[in-house]
């Protein structure tokens, strides 16, 4: 067999084996036209006589939770906290359990972050009893920690409870002993 005999040969063989594949691994396919004004397949009855008709939509790509952005108001319970006034905090959530939390405090800006814990969080219920007294409470409603620091060396702890959408209750101590009493929502 001379060598030009043999590329011929060869070619049907190999065009052969393309279309084989490609067929096999088209088989299980159909193609369907979509209407280019409103991206939808055309009505089945344009198909009549060629069988069922598959429609393949491709999968959507899933957005992710956009952050939850609360707003609190802090007010002051004692001496010390009457000279910060009435204070506005922000709580970033995002969703995953952690989040940012932010105040202007006697014009320091305070940041850290906020978590939510458990039932089983030791702790809990601390801030609350420096700040609102000692007494039995019951707390229902997805509780969270939140501490923040500032550049002037002042930090705030806070604990809270969120009871709705936007909305819940919660106490701050600070570290120069402003007290306050949180309130979200509104």
């Known amino acids: 067999m001379s060598p030009s005999r043999s590329r011929t040969f060869h070619r049907p063989a190999l065009s052969l084996a393309t279309a084989v594949a490609v067929g096999s691994v088209l088989s299980g396919c159909v193609v369907v036209p979509l209407d280019p004004r409103t991206g939808q397949p ?58 940012s939390f932010t105040l202007v405090y006697l014009g320091d800006t305070l940041q850290g972050e906020a978590t939510r814990v458990d039932a089983s969080y030791a702790s809990f219920g601390h801030v609350h009893n420096e700040v609102l007294g000692f007494t039995q409470r019951s707390f229902s409603g997805r509780r969270g920690i939140a501490n923040a620091f500032g550049a002037k060396g002042v930090n705030a702890q806070c604990e809270y409870l969120i009871t709705g959408p936007g909305m819940g209750t919660g106490a701050c101590l600070f570290s120069d002993g402003a007290k306050y009493q949180m309130h979200f929502g509104g």
Not at 65 to 86: D, E, F, H, I, M
């Open 42 to 99: 055309y009505p089945a009855h344009a198909h009549e006589g060629a069988g069922p008709v598959t429609v393949i939509t491709p999968p959507v790509a899933a957005t992710a939770a956009q952050p939850s952005v609360l707003s609190a108001r802090l007010y002051p319970l004692n001496t010390q906290a009457n000279k910060g006034g009435l204070l506005t905090a922000v709580v970033v959530d995002n969703n995953t359990g952690r989040g």
